[in-house]
Nanobody, 118 residues
């Protein structure tokens, strides 16, 4: 059974920080590219940050310099450190796993709400 279990979402004021965690089980974690997506009401789901099985990272332009994605293969966990949060960051954030060599193997977490408001 494959599970991606997210934690760390919540309500924060503009300028604050949150750290999202996604713990994976049922997969060979080191063989998967990992990503964080988000979806706001009325908008399409977008890739916020990704990290390959080899450790290469990429970010959507709107979060560059503010968010950091990292992974701990020993703990089968991917993180998203979110700093200097803005109201436009408000969305449901989803953890994603995609097998590097067989990209039809894709898994999603349940989503966690992040609300940035004063």
């Amino acid at each position: 059974q494959v599970q991606l279990v997210e934690s760390g979402g919540g309500l924060v004021q503009p300028g604050g920080s949150l750290r999202l965690s996604c713990a994976a089980s049922g997969i060979i974690f080191s063989s998967y590219n990992m990503g964080w997506y988000r979806q706001a009401p009325g908008k399409q789901r977008e890739l916020v940050a990704g990290i390959t099985s080899g450790g290469t990272t990429n970010y959507v332009d709107s979060v560059k310099g503010r968010f950091i994605i990292s992974r701990d293969n020993a703990e089968n966990t991917v993180y998203l450190q979110m700093n200097s949060l803005k109201p436009e960051d408000t969305a449901v954030y989803y953890c994603n796993a995609r097998r590097s060599m067989f990209r039809e193997y894709v898994y999603w977490g349940q989503g966690t709400q992040v609300t940035v408001s004063s």
